[in-house]
């Protein structure tokens, strides 16, 4: 028994139990043979019916690594027998029989130019924490590359004597780092996770002869690493393949030094917006298209300001050594965005927007956005106004073929579990082809129009276990076990966007729903798995037990191991939830 103290009484609960949940034994029965084991050939016809594995190779091949799974774990029938249900229920929780393929690795065409991939891209990678008074460093620049993330972006100030150069966010109560330590740092981690390239985006505010400093910097410290292109001017860009292992510098032409506003002053006049305890709730795209075409003119103007302001820096002369670094320039924006988003067929660039510009661009030329995004580069940076570091929904972008989503990696919350979410997909690699869609020259996509339902997604949640061994017994509730409930659903575009629940499990260390949930897609290729468990309080909020956010189009069929991870993305040692996923 379980025992817990309430004032001077005890409270006794029954011991929590891993036996398999009813479904699951339901399950096992129905492919068991009569001595109540599961021998090789019922083995195969469970992969084939429930698993959806196709094909005898990939059959036998499957059913070989669950035999020597449980031949490894000692979970065979004595006598040489079939799986127990004791072994079946062990091995559909492992590793081995997770959602997303273990081994699949990187499938994905990486052959294609730059622009026909998601980047995973962070912003401001050196803060530790807010976006104004916390420190800056190269641990978290180590940690996003170790993460998977493929642009960091590094600004660069002059120090007080204006005679060596800084990282910090400019003109804020941010400590600053010294240069060559996040030149460093990007060297030794650039390529762990990943072989794929690293674009480094400088945002510059240097003079001229800093700006040769910096370029000694980053020649003597990448070497062979960093990539030049061969002409100013690229007619479409090189690949993934093509970059393995390289660096590439990415920034606007220079120009001179220039004070910007403050960052200090933006916090003053402007707003910050606080998230709850777990994030705010992902809007379905319809709130957020609202509230882009309720913008005030006042920020609007704000915005067009800021880059005007850049836009008044005169041309002193240009360090040619600094230049030549940049393979990847970044276009000024002239403020209008017919002219902004024109497609040069002679060259490539790249642009950034802001977030709030750029969900007004989509309202207004959605169109021309995913026809630029086909050819160029586009970079969609966080709103100033995000002073703790908070994330916009990323499927904004990624939903008109934006490339760099930039998000705060140092942040927390539902919005950047979707980000995550989005780059464990192609092996965990930080690029993530494009849906052809996207790339039809001939018929434009648009993801706010009314689309016909492409596929449904049948989830079952069975069952969760692990809390007991990650949490101390009285983390949830002092005076019982916990009450668990499941939240499943959608993130994509604006029709597959949606949230259920199952029931709570009261007292429960190792909760069974057996709760069956279905979700028509439009667009399968866009929509991401959302599964979030919570632990129910009526005296207060509710506490979180852990999340996860898996590409649907990845998702492997049948019964399936699902993993959880904290609040701050960090994996839970111990916690997994069992699930069906089932496509028609």
């Not at 559909?92 to 273990?102: E, F, G, T, V």
């Not at 530790?128 to 420190?135: A, C, D, F, R």
């Not at 240097?206 to 292109?229: C, N, R, W």
Request: aromatic share 8%.
């Amino acid at each position: 028994m379980t025992t817990y103290r309430v004032c001077c009484f005890l409270r006794r609960f029954r011991p929590a139990s891993n036996e398999p949940s009813e479904a699951i034994g339901d399950v096992f029965q129905a492919y068991a043979g009569a001595d109540g084991a599961l021998g090789e050939e019922a083995l195969r016809r469970f992969l084939r019916e429930v698993q959806g594995e196709a094909g005898d190779d990939d059959v036998e091949a499957a059913a070989r690594e669950v035999m020597a799974f449980a031949a490894e774990h000692r979970l065979l029938k004595k006598g040489g027998g079939g799986l127990t249900v004791e072994g079946f229920h062990r091995w559909l929780c492992s590793d081995a029989n997770a959602a997303l393929h273990p081994r699949r690795g990187v499938h994905d065409d990486m052959g294609l130019p730059l622009s026909h991939y998601f980047i995973y891209t962070g912003h401001n990678s050196y803060l530790t924490g807010n976006q104004l008074s916390s420190g800056c460093s190269e641990v978290p620049i180590a940690k996003a590359l170790r993460d998977g993330v493929r642009v960091i972006e590094l600004d660069l100030w002059p120090n007080a004597a204006k005679d060596d150069v800084e990282v910090l966010h400019g003109r804020t109560w941010t400590s600053p780092v010294d240069l060559m330590k996040c030149l460093e740092a990007i060297k030794e981690h650039a390529f762990i996770s990943s072989p794929y390239p690293v674009i480094l985006t400088l945002e510059d505010h240097l003079t001229p002869h800093l700006q040769a400093k910096v370029a000694k910097m980053i020649k003597e410290t990448f070497g062979d690493l960093l990539y030049l292109s061969e002409s100013e001017a690229m007619p479409v860009f090189p690949s993934p393949e093509d970059l393995r292992g390289k660096i590439i510098i990415s920034t606007k032409p220079p120009k001179e030094y220039l004070e910007t506003k403050s960052s200090k002053e933006e916090a003053q006049n402007g707003s910050t917006e606080e998230e709850s305890v777990w994030g705010d709730e992902i809007p379905d795209n319809k709130a957020q298209v609202a509230t882009a075409c309720q913008v005030s003119e006042k920020d609007s103007e704000r915005y067009v300001e800021e880059d005007e302001e850049m836009e008044k820096k005169v041309q002193l002369g240009v360090n040619a050594e600094y230049k030549t670094l940049i393979s990847i320039s970044l276009t000024r924006r002239k403020h209008d965005m017919d002219q902004d988003l024109k497609v040069d067929p002679e060259k490539v660039s790249r642009m950034s927007l802001g977030e709030a510009a750029y969900e007004k661009a989509t309202i207004t030329h959605g169109s021309e956005i995913i026809k630029f995004t086909q050819r160029n580069l586009l970079r969609i940076f966080p709103k100033t106004t995000r002073i703790t570091s908070s994330n916009y929904n990323p499927l904004m972008g990624w939903s008109y073929g934006a490339q760099m989503v930039a998000a705060n990696m140092q942040g927390h919350g539902r919005k950047l579990w979707l980000t995550k979410g989005m780059f464990r997909a192609n092996g965990g690699c930080g690029y993530v082809k494009k849906p052809d869609f996207l790339m039809n020259t001939d018929k434009m996509f648009d993801p706010r129009s009314k689309l016909p339902v492409k596929t449904r997604l049948k989830v079952t949640v069975y069952m969760g276990d692990g809390w007991r061994f990650d949490f101390r017994k009285t983390h949830f509730d002092k005076c019982s076990p916990p009450d668990f409930y499941a939240r499943v659903g959608i993130a994509g575009v604006v029709a597959d966007t949606m949230m259920k629940e199952t029931k709570v499990i009261m007292d429960n260390w190792i909760p069974t729903w057996d709760h069956e949930f279905e979700f028509p897609l439009a667009v399968p290729e866009l929509a991401l798995l959302r599964v979030e468990v919570h632990e129910s309080d009526n005296h207060q909020k509710d506490d979180f037990a852990g999340q996860t956010c898996l590409p649907v189009w990845e998702l492997r069929s049948g019964i399936r191991s699902v993993r959880l991870y904290a609040r701050d993305g960090e994996v839970l040692r111990s916690v997994k939830l069992l699930m069906r996923f089932e496509f028609s």
